[in-house]
């Protein structure tokens, strides 16, 4: 089986085209793709598949083998990933997911990619239900308190693609993430486990964050993670509009445009390395 690595914007995912080869148990490949040639902190595999309603259809496994509904990451890397790999000569196209069908735009310069964009929904908050469908009254954020453990977190929780929660704390550093986060992914409120980003505040501009990746322990900031910590340190007024997230990736450079909802960012998206997997 034909596959590419790929980082992307944090992410670290195993892309497998099905548009010239064939998968059989894609949850039994999933785990064993993610223990094969990820480890610790992987986050899982992604299908592209043809499609009777899009240009491609896009497939999300997470390395227990359980399909998520998007990654906004990894569709913003596959836009990129069939544009290279020769599966499409267009710049302007459309994806299929669980979560519906978006757009995707490709700036090119010198056959290079240098800006996707994907119109993937605008963020919107709630504590009630995730994916979240409906903004609260006044545009204000909600932080929902709840208890992991011997500790009250007040949470917000973000659908970008994946459903994300954020909790801004004092001292993320010192943090037992595993003890919290794993309290707080499978919490009552969340309809399907959540990712859960820990933020701590630098200054307006600066946080500093930790990930905790459900089913899967503390990992590489996802994109869409730090978009969602942004997001809300903006509503609650703790940061600008414009941040830098620092965490354990690398730096990743967000600016939400609040007048017309979009989300620009600044991280690699780039392939690791091509091979081929043994059948397991």
Not at 103 to 115: A, G, P, R
Request: with cysteine.
């Amino acid at each position: 089986m034909k596959f590419t690595k790929m980082q992307a914007y944090g992410n670290d995912y195993v892309y497998i085209e099905l548009i010239t080869q064939k998968m059989d148990n894609p949850s039994e490949w999933a785990r064993y793709v993610s223990d094969r040639h990820f480890g610790v902190g992987s986050d899982g595999m992604i299908l592209i598949c043809p499609s009777e309603r899009a240009d491609f259809r896009m497939r999300v496994f997470n390395p227990d083998g359980s399909e998520a509904e998007m990654c906004g990451n990894a569709i913003r890397s596959v836009a990129k990933l069939v544009y290279i790999k020769g599966f499409t000569d267009k710049t302007d196209f459309f994806i299929e997911t669980i979560g519906g069908i978006k757009k995707l735009h490709l700036d090119i310069d010198n056959n290079e990619v240098i800006m996707i964009t994907a119109e993937l929904g605008a963020p919107v908050l709630d504590h009630r239900k995730v994916p979240v469908t409906v903004k609260n009254n006044n545009n204000r954020c909600i932080e929902y308190p709840v208890k992991a453990h011997d500790r009250i977190f007040y949470i917000t929780a973000v659908s970008m693609g994946n459903p994300h929660c954020v909790a801004y704390v004092d001292d993320v550093m010192s943090l037992d993430l595993p003890k919290y986060g794993s309290a707080i992914e499978s919490n009552f409120i969340f309809p399907q486990k959540s990712n859960v980003e820990f933020a701590q505040v630098i200054d307006r501009n600066n946080i500093l964050m930790r990930t905790w990746e459900r089913n899967c322990g503390e990992t590489l900031a996802c994109g869409t993670g730090c978009c969602v910590s942004v997001v809300a340190g903006y509503l609650t007024g703790r940061t600008s509009n414009k941040v830098t997230v620092h965490q354990l990736g690398g730096d990743i450079k967000i600016k939400w445009d609040t007048d017309n909802d979009n989300l620009y960012m600044s991280g690699n998206s780039e392939i690791v390395f091509d091979g081929e997997i043994d059948e397991y």
